[in-house]
């Protein structure tokens, strides 16, 4: 975290639990744990602050993460639609009213999006070649379902719908006439400029502070929160103190409490510097 990239002063904070996206934050743009994200984990356990990660991925695609980086706290996958220990038992889930999924299904078509299915166990999607397929599969680590449309058995378990391209501004415009269609009936927001994700309305990283505050018996004050994407917002304003990745919009990093590096540049690690500096402040305040 740069000089120039620290937005507030550096006054003393508690920490007792540090909750982090993982694409765009955790990772790379290759989708890569950096030596610095690994020992900044282990920084992290030696000062007692856990850590714990939640993003739109499916919670075994997040299974590779958590051997390096030590975790021992509840993973909160599909933004917050299944909830697993680090094993991946589940702990508890969130699925989509079935009339529910139909309906985002058709709005995302209906609009030129791609779409994908996601039920707690499977990934299905309807052409194999279609755009960000193959990578999904290799950040997740499994290969999805082909099928020639959803079926209803499926709309009936399903965890999370997506809408897909890589036209930014089809995807927000998405965004907004789901959030405004399904509104009350389930949670709509972008977790990258190519994805939109719709999921149970408790299904959102603002949840997923409040349940990892009663499951861990940790004041949400005491809740560190950094991502980098539009569904991060909720979680920042659910959490005491909220780091923005340097890469995030204009609109995110104003809803942070501070800001940090890019992805690139390691900005995971030097946001957990810059915290465990300030928790030995307070603690040193604290004598």
């Known amino acids: 975290?740069?000089?120039?990239?620290?937005?507030?002063?550096?006054?003393?904070?508690?920490?007792?639990?540090?909750?982090?996206?993982?694409?765009?934050?955790?990772?790379?743009?290759?989708?890569?744990?950096?030596?610095?994200?690994?020992?900044?984990?282990?920084?992290?356990?030696?000062?007692g602050v856990a850590l714990a990660i939640t993003s739109g991925r499916p919670p075994r695609g997040m299974s590779m993460l958590v051997e390096p980086l030590g975790l021992t706290t509840p993973i909160a996958g599909f933004n917050g639609g299944a909830f697993v220990e680090p094993d991946l038992t589940i702990i508890e889930g969130h699925d989509l009213d079935r009339d529910t999924a139909r309906e985002a299904l058709q709005l995302i078509r209906g609009r030129g999006l791609d779409a994908w299915l996601y039920t707690a166990d499977a990934w299905f999607i309807l052409d194999k070649d279609a755009p960000h397929v193959?990578?999904?599969?290799?950040?997740?680590?499994?290969?999805?379902?082909?099928?020639?449309?959803?079926?209803?058995a499926d709309l009936g378990r399903a965890v999370k719908i997506v809408g897909i391209s890589d036209d930014g501004a089809k995807v927000e415009d998405c965004e907004r006439a789901a959030q405004s269609t399904l509104n009350g009936r389930a949670s709509a927001a972008r977790s990258q400029p190519y994805y939109l994700d719709i999921t149970h309305p408790l299904a959102n990283k603002g949840e997923v502070v409040a349940w990892l505050s009663r499951r861990l018996k940790i004041p949400r004050e005491?809740?560190?929160?950094?991502?980098?994407?539009?569904?991060?917002?909720l979680m920042f304003a659910a959490s005491?103190?909220?780091?923005?990745?340097?890469?995030?919009?204009?609109?995110?990093?104003?809803?942070?409490?501070?800001?940090?590096?890019?992805?690139?540049?390691?900005?995971?690690?030097?946001?957990?510097?810059?915290?465990?500096?300030?928790?030995e402040q307070a603690t040193g305040e604290g004598r």
């Open 1 to 47: 975290m740069s000089d120039a990239q620290q937005t507030v002063s550096a006054a003393a904070i508690r920490v007792d639990l540090l909750l982090a996206d993982v694409d765009g934050t955790l990772v790379t743009q290759e989708k890569l744990l950096t030596p610095a994200a690994v020992k900044a984990a282990e920084a992290l356990r030696r000062a």
């Open 134 to 152: 193959a990578r999904e599969a290799w950040t997740v680590k499994f290969e999805p379902n082909v099928v020639k449309d959803f079926a209803d």
């Open 222 to 233: 005491r809740i560190a929160t950094i991502g980098d994407m539009p569904n991060d917002v």
């Open 240 to 279: 005491g103190y909220s780091i923005a990745m340097a890469q995030a919009s204009e609109a995110v990093r104003a809803k942070a409490t501070t800001t940090t590096d890019s992805n690139e540049a390691d900005g995971f690690a030097n946001a957990v510097r810059h915290l465990l500096a300030r928790q």
